[in-house]
């Protein structure tokens, strides 16, 4: 089917791995599935893929850990079981990855770490340079300093939000049913498994309901979740963690559980995050700087700005405008206004000697960066 070959061209994928999947039926973390796992990463590797992995299973492997006799309702509590479980869970990726000499990076964050624009570039910068060091990162929820995901228990929102940071895409959900049925199969023998769906399709939340014991967000959260992705232009493939090999089955096309298509007329990444927000300032450029900007698509250096407006943050959104007025573009600033109003009109070389810190050398990269054409 075609549209199951094209996940073959799909370069940087989130896997979101979930409790449900991870754990032995609530008897700790299930070690082989993390092994399986890691090999199939591995395969997709490989073949040139970004992978970044999303993995619950820090409360469930902690409730084992601390003798719990079931997952605690107390806030506080499952807080202190994700921080036990967190440690082992990570421990046991290190060593599963380790025959194939991959190098693991733990990333625990917050839904407002990203919804805050500083701690989104820094964020996503991180990641970045995770995946160019060819390390794979794990990430999950910082269960300790926020409680959405863990009395919820959705880290598919959580996958769907590193999907629109890093411009995955695809995001591959893992959980342990087959994908997304007419109905709870739990409860429901007669549903039927859908093969494919549009991502914004807004019936398929009536199919849906909330989940197992120890994950618990269930179907609902998944199906909004492929919808958060579908905005940054990442389709959703719902599937059986279970099934043997089916990362590396979905990668040779077969077809194996929900796939949900981004809609298309979704504004990429660039445009949502330009739409999203109001501009907190104006960088004024000079002739030159304009012209590589709309002509060449390159990022912004600080030596193409003449003056700036504004009292930016790092990480907000500003408008670049050319010696006419006219703005060529909008993008998301890697410095404050105090750090630009030194280093504008500088090669980026003098930027460490000038601010006593190596930043980066745009003051706003290209990926950041959206060009009116
Ligand atoms: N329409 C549906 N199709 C498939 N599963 C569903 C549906 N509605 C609810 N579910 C439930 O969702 C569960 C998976 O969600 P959850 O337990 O939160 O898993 P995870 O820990 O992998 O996120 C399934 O075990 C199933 O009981
Ligand atoms: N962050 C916590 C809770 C997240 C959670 O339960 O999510 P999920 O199982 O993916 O629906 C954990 O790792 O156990």
């Excluded at 061209?9 to 609530?26: E, M, P």
């Excluded at 079981?81 to 990726?93: D, K, N, T, W």
Aim: hydrophobic share 40%.
């Amino acid at each position: 089917m075609s549209e199951r070959s094209a996940i073959k061209d799909k370069r940087r994928w989130i896997i979101k791995v979930g409790s449900a999947l991870l754990t032995n039926d609530g008897k700790g973390l299930h070690i082989p599935a993390i092994t399986e796992l890691a090999e199939q990463i591995a395969f997709l590797r490989d073949k040139g893929i970004d992978v970044i992995l999303v993995s619950s299973g820090s409360v469930a492997a902690g409730v084992t850990q601390l003798g719990m006799k079931a997952r605690p309702v107390k806030v506080n509590e499952l807080q202190a079981a994700a921080a036990v479980g967190q440690a082992s869970l990570v421990r046991h990726y290190e060593d599963a990855f380790q025959p194939y000499r991959i190098n693991i990076a733990q990333v625990l964050l917050t839904h407002s770490d990203i919804a805050n624009r500083e701690r989104y570039l820094n964020a996503r910068s991180t990641l970045i340079k995770l995946l160019e060091l060819e390390v794979l990162t794990v990430i999950n929820e910082n269960d300790t300093v926020a409680t959405d995901e863990i009395c919820f228990g959705d880290n598919d929102s959580l996958g769907a939000l590193v999907a629109n940071l890093v411009e995955a895409d695809l995001l591959v959900i893992l959980t342990d049913q087959n994908g997304l049925y007419t109905a709870d199969p739990r409860s429901n023998p007669d549903a039927e498994l859908l093969f494919e769906a549009q991502a914004d399709d807004e019936s398929l939340m009536a199919m849906a309901s909330g989940g197992s014991k120890l994950g618990r967000g269930g179907m609902l959260t998944k199906l909004s979740a492929a919808q958060k992705a579908s905005r940054s232009g990442a389709s959703t493939v719902i599937a059986n963690g279970r099934e043997e090999r089916v990362l590396e089955r979905l990668y040779a096309g077969e077809l194996l559980g929900t796939y949900l298509h981004a809609s298309e007329r979704v504004a990429s990444r660039k445009q949502w995050m330009a739409g999203q927000m109001k501009i907190s300032g104006t960088l004024h450029l000079d002739a030159g700087a304009s012209k590589v900007l709309k002509e060449a698509g390159k990022s912004l250096l600080p030596v193409g700005v003449t003056s700036i407006d504004g009292q930016f943050k790092r990480g907000e959104l500003v408008s670049c405008v050319d010696p006419e007025g006219n703005e060529v573009g909008r993008g998301l600033v890697n410095y404050h206004a105090d750090e630009a109003s030194k280093i504008i009109g500088k090669p980026s070389e003098q930027i460490t000697e000038i601010l006593a810190y190596g930043g980066p050398d745009e003051l706003i990269h290209r990926d950041n960066l959206v060009v009116h054409r």
